[in-house]
């Protein structure tokens, strides 16, 4: 199947690129054919944020959104910035950050929903939307007049494949599906992206990409407890002074409470689980008074891009480019992403839209890289360059003071920093040390209210694949978990994984250990294929609509 444009990833970037091209076509009276491809059986069936949603792309693609319907009806209307302490808190006074920071201006929302909705728009202009269609590989066109490996498309949709990799009663080979042009916008780690950046050499002048692990539920509470318009962010407790991260607590919607924690993955503990950490954190009494009487609703866990603005790779190679957080737009200290990715699917979708129209095809989209060098998303992550730099080097109290400081002196002196451009150094899954430097972490069992286990999480994420599928999780070196990460990291796989996918399992004796992946109960973080120290698990695609479905999430 051909089209003018093929996108991959029907989260915001990709849905915001489709309408673009549209409305570009609509707006010239010209034809351009476009195909957003999504994995969820569902749009937004994948998509996981807080969210606290900058309209300022949403202004420019839809000037009349709020007319048309888009589910940001929250608007931010208290905000705070909270220290934790074991037992007690510091909160820290707006005016003490820099107007970055603060939401005033922004809405909470599901981002999923939001999806939902711009998806139907993009259908509505004529954008033919696949859900359930996993781009499982990339189609090269290495012929000698394309100069060897132009993306020529994706291959989507193979169905019916038994674990054992032979066809059953149900197979359906997949369809490749060509494009002048393909936009890679799976969102973060995604596994197209790896490829098409180690062939292409786009990292080659970036610094290595950092992440966080985000864990969410989504909380419905008693009217009494409910603020409609609270946006909360913490720092501290329980994570100790040199392993980042926080939280947020959003009100919003029909008496719901959205609650999530972020750990940055360049922790060093190899004993450290961010999800009990998670689970731990809401039992402190300035987080526990937000749920209290509450249900909770459902759960997820998703990667996020941190690496911010000296870690976006090239954004160009022959054939197509990558979009939103494929190439890692999000602005840490403001933990908002959407609005650029957002704005860059639509940057890109202009590149390409005169690039079709003056009749080119397959080449390089540069307009796309140096559209971005002059957009407000730039600005805004230059601003920000330092801030994950300073705490990663400095730690949480240190560090977060410098930042702020920072970010203050960017905002009076145009972006520049007396610190320059900072570099990251280590990749995340290089920053993990080995076992002996550490001793386990002993988390306090949940008790059912409050806190919950993996299992009884994955539950309510409504996580499902195909039983008989392969693993979509993969071993380059199955022996290395035992014989390497277990005895070097304590097997660290068991920990970060918030799913409960991996375990090391003992005979009756207590003896000869063995690697049990779960692949059922995978939520799609990609956590494994970043933090793993061994750089042994490769996340792929499976089946497509497999996965977790996650309803006002």
Same mark, same amino acid.
């Given at each position: &199947?051909?089209?003018?444009?093929?996108?991959?990833?029907?989260?915001?970037?990709?849905?915001?690129?489709?309408?673009?091209?549209?409305?570009?076509?609509?707006?010239?009276?010209?034809?351009?054919?476009?195909?957003?491809?999504?994995?969820?059986?569902?749009?937004?069936?994948?998509?996981?944020?807080?969210?606290?949603?900058?309209?300022?792309?949403?202004?420019?693609?839809?000037?009349?959104?709020?007319?048309?319907?888009?589910?940001?009806?929250?608007?931010?209307?208290?905000?705070?910035?909270?220290?934790?302490?074991?037992?007690?808190?510091?909160?820290?006074?707006?005016?003490?950050?820099?107007?970055?920071?603060?939401?005033?201006?922004?809405?909470?929302?599901?981002?999923?929903?939001?999806?939902?909705?711009?998806?139907?728009?993009?259908?509505?202009?004529?954008?033919?939307?696949?859900?359930?269609?996993?781009?499982?590989?990339?189609?090269?066109?290495?012929?000698?007049?394309?100069?060897?490996?132009?993306?020529?498309?994706?291959?989507?949709?193979?169905?019916?494949?038994?674990?054992?990799?032979?066809?059953?009663?149900?197979?359906?080979?997949?369809?490749?599906?060509?494009?002048?042009?393909?936009?890679?916008?799976?969102?973060?780690?995604?596994?197209?992206?790896?490829?098409?950046?180690?062939?292409?050499?786009?990292?080659?002048?970036?610094?290595?990409?950092?992440?966080?692990?985000?864990?969410?539920?989504?909380?419905?509470?008693?009217?009494?407890?409910?603020?409609?318009?609270?946006?909360?962010?913490?720092?501290?407790?329980?994570?100790?002074?040199?392993?980042?991260?926080?939280?947020?607590? /959003?009100?919003? !919607?029909?008496? #719901?409470?959205?609650?999530?924690?972020?750990?940055?993955?360049?922790?060093?503990?190899?004993?450290?689980?961010?999800?009990?950490?998670?689970?731990?954190?809401?039992?402190?009494?300035?987080?526990?008074?937000?749920?209290?009487?509450?249900?909770?609703?459902? #759960? !997820?866990?998703?990667?996020?891009?941190?690496?911010?603005?000296?870690?976006?790779?090239?954004?160009?190679?022959?054939?197509?480019?990558?979009? !939103?957080?494929?190439?890692?737009?999000?602005?840490?200290?403001?933990?908002?992403?959407?609005?650029?990715?957002?704005?860059?699917? &639509?940057?890109?979708?202009?590149?390409?839209?005169?690039?079709? &129209?003056?009749?080119?095809?397959?080449?390089?989209?540069?307009?796309?890289?140096?559209?971005?060098?002059?957009?407000?998303?730039?600005?805004?992550?230059?601003?920000?360059?330092?801030?994950?730099?300073?705490?990663?080097?400095?730690?949480?109290?240190?560090?977060?003071?410098?930042?702020?400081?920072?970010?203050?002196?960017?905002?009076?002196?145009?972006?520049?920093?007396?610190?320059?451009?900072?570099?990251?150094?280590?990749?995340?899954?290089?920053?993990?040390?080995?076992?002996?430097?550490?001793?386990?972490?002993? /988390?306090?069992?949940?008790? !059912?209210?409050?806190?919950?286990?993996?299992?009884?999480?994955?539950?309510?994420?409504?996580?499902?694949?195909?039983?008989?599928?392969?693993?979509?999780?993969?071993?380059?070196?199955?022996?290395?978990?035992?014989?390497?990460?277990?005895?070097?990291?304590?097997?660290?796989?068991?920990? #970060?994984?918030?799913?409960?996918?991996?375990?090391?399992?003992?005979?009756?004796?207590?003896?000869?250990?063995?690697?049990?992946?779960?692949?059922?109960?995978?939520?799609?973080?990609?956590?494994?294929?970043?933090?793993?120290?061994?750089?042994?698990?490769?996340?792929?695609?499976?089946?497509?609509?497999?996965?977790?479905?996650?309803?006002? &999430?």
């Amino acid at each position: &199947m051909a089209y003018d444009v093929v996108i991959v990833g029907g989260g915001p970037a990709g849905l915001s690129a489709a309408i673009r091209l549209k409305q570009r076509a609509e707006k010239d009276g010209k034809e351009i054919t476009v195909a957003v491809l999504e994995k969820s059986a569902e749009l937004g069936g994948h998509i996981l944020s807080g969210a606290v949603i900058d309209p300022k792309a949403l202004n420019e693609l839809f000037p009349d959104w709020k007319e048309r319907g888009a589910p940001l009806e929250t608007p931010v209307t208290k905000d705070r910035f909270v220290v934790l302490g074991p037992v007690g808190k510091v909160s820290l006074p707006m005016f003490a950050l820099p107007p970055m920071m603060h939401n005033h201006g922004c809405y909470i929302a599901s981002l999923g929903n939001v999806a939902r909705w711009l998806g139907e728009q993009a259908e509505a202009l004529g954008v033919e939307v696949y859900p359930g269609m996993a781009a499982s590989h990339v189609v090269w066109d290495e012929t000698p007049e394309s100069g060897g490996g132009r993306v020529k498309g994706v291959v989507a949709g193979v169905f019916g494949i038994d674990r054992d990799g032979k066809p059953t009663g149900d197979f359906q080979p997949g369809i490749e599906l060509h494009g002048k042009y393909v936009f890679i916008a799976e969102g973060v780690r995604g596994s197209l992206a790896k490829t098409i950046m180690a062939r292409h050499n786009l990292c080659e002048d970036a610094q290595p990409q950092k992440y966080g692990i985000g864990l969410k539920e989504l909380w419905q509470v008693p009217a009494d407890r409910h603020q409609p318009g609270l946006a909360q962010h913490t720092t501290g407790w329980p994570l100790d002074e040199f392993t980042g991260g926080g939280s947020f607590i /959003y009100h919003f !919607g029909d008496r #719901y409470v959205a609650i999530g924690y972020v750990v940055h993955l360049n922790y060093k503990n190899p004993f450290l689980s961010p999800f009990d950490e998670f689970q731990r954190f809401k039992h402190h009494p300035a987080i526990s008074e937000h749920l209290e009487g509450g249900t909770r609703i459902s #759960y !997820g866990a998703r990667a996020i891009t941190e690496g911010g603005f000296q870690s976006v790779p090239k954004l160009s190679f022959p054939g197509g480019v990558l979009i !939103g957080c494929s190439a890692g737009f999000v602005n840490v200290p403001r933990i908002k992403g959407s609005h650029n990715a957002m704005k860059t699917g &639509m940057l890109a979708a202009d590149a390409a839209f005169d690039a079709v &129209m003056a009749g080119r095809s397959g080449d390089e989209l540069v307009e796309y890289q140096t559209a971005f060098e002059k957009s407000w998303v730039y600005k805004e992550l230059r601003g920000v360059r330092n801030a994950k730099p300073l705490l990663s080097k400095f730690g949480t109290t240190l560090g977060g003071a410098l930042g702020l400081f920072d970010m203050w002196f960017g905002t009076l002196f145009g972006g520049f920093s007396l610190f320059g451009t900072m570099k990251h150094g280590k990749t995340d899954a290089a920053s993990t040390e080995t076992a002996d430097k550490h001793k386990p972490i002993a /988390y306090p069992k949940p008790d !059912g209210k409050l806190s919950f286990d993996k299992l009884s999480s994955v539950f309510v994420s409504n996580t499902n694949h195909a039983e008989e599928q392969p693993g979509h999780l993969k071993l380059l070196d199955p022996s290395i978990p035992i014989l390497v990460n277990l005895p070097k990291y304590g097997e660290p796989a068991r920990l #970060y994984c918030p799913a409960n996918v991996y375990e090391v399992l003992y005979d009756e004796s207590g003896a000869n250990p063995r690697f049990q992946i779960n692949a059922q109960n995978c939520v799609h973080c990609k956590t494994c294929d970043i933090k793993d120290p061994s750089q042994n698990i490769v996340w792929t695609t499976p089946e497509g609509g497999g996965g977790p479905n996650y309803p006002n &999430m």
